[in-house]
C-alpha cells in the first residue's frame, strides 16, 4: 500500500549531489520536501527544479530542507543540475538523490506502473519534524507542479499545528482563519479572547493568529 497521511517517512540511504546522505539524519529537527520528477534532461523538470532553487529563502524561513529525486544516476544529475543554473537563472544548492535501482522511488511509491514502469511520477511529501508524512501529492510527467501551493501547505500545517484553527478554501498567510469544530464555544473565548465572526455554529472565523 502507498504511503499515507501520518505514516513515518521511511527512512533510507542513498547518493545524492551533496554526498551519500542518510534520509532522517539529513532531515534532523526540521521539516522536509523530499520530490520526484520522471526523468533528467526533460523540459518541464528543469523548470520546476530551478523554480524551486529560487524559493531558497522561503524555504529556509519556514525551517524546511528539501531535496530531489529521479532514477537516474549521479553523472546525469550532475550535468543536468548545471543545465538548469544556465537556463533558470538559479543556484540548485538543494540535493538531488540518484536512484538508479529505483531502491527510494519504491519505498516511497513514486512508480505508478500503469503510468510508467521506467520513471517516477510527480510526487511530494512534505515531512513534518517528528518524520511524519504530512502531504503527499501526485502529477502526472506532462504537469508541472505549483511549487507556491507547497509553501501554502507547510504555512498551514505549521500554522494549524501550534493553534486550533483550520485554514479555509484557497487560504493565503494573513488570511482569516476557522476555529476547529472539536472547540468549544467555551474554549474558543479562552483561546480567542478578541472573540470571532460566527457565520454558524460550525463555521467560525478569527483573525490568523500569530505563528
Ligand atoms: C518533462 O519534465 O518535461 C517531462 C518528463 C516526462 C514526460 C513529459 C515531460
Known amino acids: 500500500m502507498s504511503l499515507q497521511l501520518g505514516d513515518t517517512a521511511p527512512d533510507f540511504t542513498a547518493e545524492t549531489t551533496l554526498g ?5 539524519d539529513w532531515l534532523g529537527d526540521g521539516w522536509g520536501v523530499l520530490f520526484s520528477h520522471p526523468k533528467d534532461y526533460t ?15 522561503e524555504f529556509a524561513a519556514r525551517g524546511v530542507k528539501v531535496i530531489g529525486l529521479s532514477v537516474d544516476g549521479i553523472e546525469d544529475h550532475r550535468g543536468w543540475q548545471k543545465d538548469i543554473e544556465e537556463t533558470q537563472s538559479c543556484s540548485v544548492e538543494f540535493p538531488m538523490i540518484a536512484d538508479p535501482d529505483m531502491k527510494v ?8 506502473p500503469n503510468a510508467s514502469d521506467r520513471f517516477t511520477v510527480r510526487s511530494v511529501f512534505i515531512i513534518d519534524p517528528k518524520k511524519k508524512v504530512r502531504l503527499t501529492m501526485n502529477y502526472p510527467a506532462s504537469t508541472g507542479r505549483n511549487f507556491n501551493e507547497i509553501l501554502r501547505v507547510i504555512d498551514s500545517l505549521q500554522l494549524t499545528d501550534g493553534h486550533k484553527v483550520a485554514t479555509p478554501v484557497n487560504w493565503q498567510q494573513g488570511e482569516d482563519v476557522i476555529i476547529v469544530p472539536a472547540v468549544s464555544n467555551e474554549d474558543a473565548a479562552r483561546l480567542f479572547p478578541d472573540g470571532w465572526n460566527e457565520i454558524r455554529p460550525y463555521l467560525r ?5 500569530k505563528k
Open 43 to 57: 523540459p518541464v523538470c528543469t523548470t520546476e527544479l530551478g523554480y524551486t532553487a529560487r524559493l531558497k529563502d
Open 20 to 24: 551519500e546522505i542518510r534520509f532522517h
Open 105 to 112: 522511488a519504491e519505498l516511497y511509491g513514486m512508480i505508478h
Open 205 to 209: 472565523t478569527v483573525p490568523q493568529p
